[in-house]
């Protein structure tokens, strides 16, 4: 079909898949009953989030490693990464007794340190150094030069793709009836080139949907301008998913198999981690909860068709649920932040409590000093509303008792300061 020499063949891909039996999860394909409801469609989700270290990185990273020679098992191998590809990259090294040393950033939290360690044990050693991903890149490139190890990329390498791509055949082998929109978060563009060049081989007609999160659109960005591109600035909340520049190989396989690339807020994205653990106590991490937070975009589309969304990975580091819970409420209209003038005479705050405030609104941020040299003093103010349209009421009633103020919301660079 493809005689791009990057295309990954059913022949790899079903290799992959036999080295892979006895170390990965086949993991489970279920129905969505809520999702399904919601959407007035069959959504079935790909728990990657329950495989043995509990993203879908090991396959990849076992897939290559399985295949180094004698000799370079004994040189050893390096990675760089903050992530699920440092477990997947440890475990391998476990099961294959072949050691290996990982660069981190000297940011990673230590839950995930302590992950990596957990799965490597004493085959593995871990090297924290930089603020980015990228400085640990460069340096664990650099020890591979110096040293002769062989460096296991996270995405971009033909044998990594092939056993991501593994996760397409599972999908298949669990579906009954034709599947048609696939659902695939993309980082660098491994998981979604191995899995949509093994669809479009065995499953043509399903609609391939590479999912982005809006603050890192590199994928998008690449297709757009036909060739790859370095995004200087992204936002790096969706850390297993924020990547500034996706492979060369992942990015030539991607623009043939992709039918289209949807970008999510993160804001959305929050929203829905927060539901799919209230609802169905799925503990995801953002770039896990990106397929699913993708189906809003086609709910007209959907509607009545079987649909799979990937999800990758539920790495997620309890420490940033307030965060999150802080991002969703922003993205839905509900949190609100101004920078109010209060006139500065006895009672001022008392009248905003009593008059301007609704019945259920909320403060849940307030800072005020008072200047005796002046006459009005600012406060800044954090408001949570019970449903997006109390804010205008809201803003009404400021306005209407004198109060003087400033929106924050749509002021990232001042509200990041004062927050």
Same mark, same amino acid.
């Given at each position: 079909?493809?005689?791009?020499?990057?295309?990954?063949?059913?022949?790899?891909?079903?290799?992959?898949?036999?080295?892979?039996?006895?170390?990965?999860?086949?993991?489970?394909?279920?129905?969505?009953?809520?999702?399904?409801?919601?959407?007035? %469609?069959?959504?079935?989700?790909?728990?990657?989030?329950?495989?043995?270290?509990?993203?879908?990185?090991?396959?990849? @990273?076992?897939?290559?490693?399985?295949?180094?020679?004698?000799?370079?098992?004994?040189?050893?191998?390096?990675? @760089?990464?903050?992530?699920?590809?440092?477990?997947?990259?440890?475990?391998?090294?476990?099961?294959? +007794?072949?050691?290996?040393?990982?660069?981190?950033?000297?940011?990673?939290?230590?839950?995930?340190?302590?992950?990596?360690?957990?799965?490597?044990?004493?085959?593995?050693?871990?090297?924290?150094?930089?603020?980015?991903?990228?400085?640990?890149?460069?340096?664990?490139?650099?020890?591979?030069?110096?040293?002769?190890?062989?460096?296991?990329?996270?995405? +971009?390498?033909?044998?990594? /793709?092939?056993?991501?791509?593994?996760?397409?055949?599972?999908?298949?082998? +669990?579906?009954?009836?034709?599947?048609?929109?696939?659902?695939?978060?993309?980082?660098?563009?491994?998981?979604?080139?191995?899995?949509?060049?093994? *669809?479009?081989?065995?499953?043509?007609?399903?609609?391939?949907?590479?999912?982005?999160?809006?603050? %890192?659109?590199?994928?998008?960005?690449?297709?757009?301008?036909?060739?790859?591109?370095?995004?200087?600035?992204?936002?790096?909340?969706?850390?297993? !998913? %924020?990547?500034?520049?996706?492979?060369?190989?992942?990015?030539?396989?991607?623009?043939?198999?992709?039918?289209?690339?949807?970008?999510?807020?993160?804001?959305? /994205?929050?929203?829905? /981690?927060?539901?799919?653990?209230?609802?169905? !106590? /799925?503990?995801?991490?953002?770039?896990?909860?990106?397929?699913? @937070?993708?189906?809003?975009?086609?709910?007209?589309?959907?509607?009545?068709?079987?649909?799979?969304?990937?999800?990758?990975?539920?790495?997620?580091?309890?420490?940033?649920?307030?965060?999150?819970?802080?991002?969703?409420?922003?993205?839905?209209?509900?949190?609100?932040?101004?920078?109010?003038?209060?006139?500065?005479? !006895?009672?001022?705050?008392?009248?905003?409590?009593?008059?301007?405030?609704?019945?259920?609104?909320?403060?849940?941020? *307030?800072?005020?000093?008072?200047?005796?040299?002046?006459?009005?003093?600012?406060?800044?103010?954090?408001?949570?509303?019970?449903?997006?349209?109390? *804010?205008?009421?809201?803003?009404?009633?400021?306005?209407?008792?004198?109060?003087?103020?400033?929106?924050?919301? +749509?002021?990232?660079?001042?509200?990041?300061?004062?927050?």
């Amino acid at each position: 079909m493809h005689t791009d020499k990057y295309f990954p063949h059913l022949e790899d891909i079903t290799r992959a898949k036999i080295r892979l039996k006895d170390v990965t999860h086949h993991t489970p394909l279920q129905k969505n009953l809520n999702l399904s409801e919601e959407f007035a %469609a069959n959504i079935f989700l790909k728990r990657e989030d329950l495989q043995v270290v509990r993203s879908y990185k090991l396959r990849g @990273a076992y897939n290559k490693m399985a295949q180094l020679s004698e000799e370079d098992r004994k040189k050893g191998v390096v990675c @760089a990464s903050a992530g699920n590809h440092a477990q997947g990259f440890a475990y391998s090294c476990r099961e294959l +007794d072949i050691l290996g040393k990982i660069y981190m950033p000297a940011t990673t939290p230590k839950q995930k340190i302590t992950q990596v360690e957990m799965f490597g044990k004493d085959k593995v050693v871990v090297e924290l150094s930089g603020d980015t991903y990228d400085d640990s890149y460069k340096l664990a490139m650099e020890d591979s030069q110096k040293t002769g190890m062989v460096f296991i990329h996270p995405f +971009d390498d033909q044998e990594i /793709i092939e056993g991501q791509a593994t996760v397409g055949t599972e999908i298949l082998e +669990d579906t009954k009836g034709q599947i048609d929109y696939l659902f695939i978060p993309i980082g660098g563009g491994g998981l979604a080139a191995g899995v949509g060049a093994y *669809f479009k081989q065995v499953s043509p007609s399903t609609k391939i949907i590479g999912v982005e999160p809006a603050g %890192a659109p590199s994928m998008l960005k690449s297709i757009e301008a036909g060739k790859v591109l370095r995004l200087e600035n992204i936002d790096k909340f969706v850390d297993g !998913a %924020a990547v500034q520049q996706v492979g060369d190989i992942t990015f030539e396989v991607c623009k043939v198999v992709l039918d289209k690339v949807q970008l999510v807020p993160e804001g959305k /994205i929050c929203t829905k /981690i927060l539901e799919l653990y209230n609802r169905n !106590a /799925i503990v995801i991490e953002p770039a896990g909860a990106l397929s699913i @937070a993708a189906l809003d975009f086609f709910r007209d589309e959907i509607k009545g068709k079987n649909v799979v969304c990937i999800v990758s990975g539920s790495n997620n580091d309890i420490t940033r649920t307030e965060e999150i819970k802080e991002r969703s409420l922003l993205y839905e209209g509900l949190k609100h932040y101004f920078i109010v003038r209060f006139p500065q005479r !006895a009672g001022a705050l008392r009248t905003f409590v009593d008059v301007v405030l609704g019945p259920k609104d909320d403060i849940t941020h *307030f800072e005020y000093s008072k200047k005796t040299n002046r006459e009005k003093g600012p406060a800044v103010i954090g408001i949570e509303v019970q449903k997006k349209e109390d *804010f205008n009421g809201l803003v009404q009633r400021m306005e209407e008792n004198g109060f003087i103020f400033e929106y924050l919301n +749509d002021r990232p660079d001042l509200f990041q300061f004062l927050i």
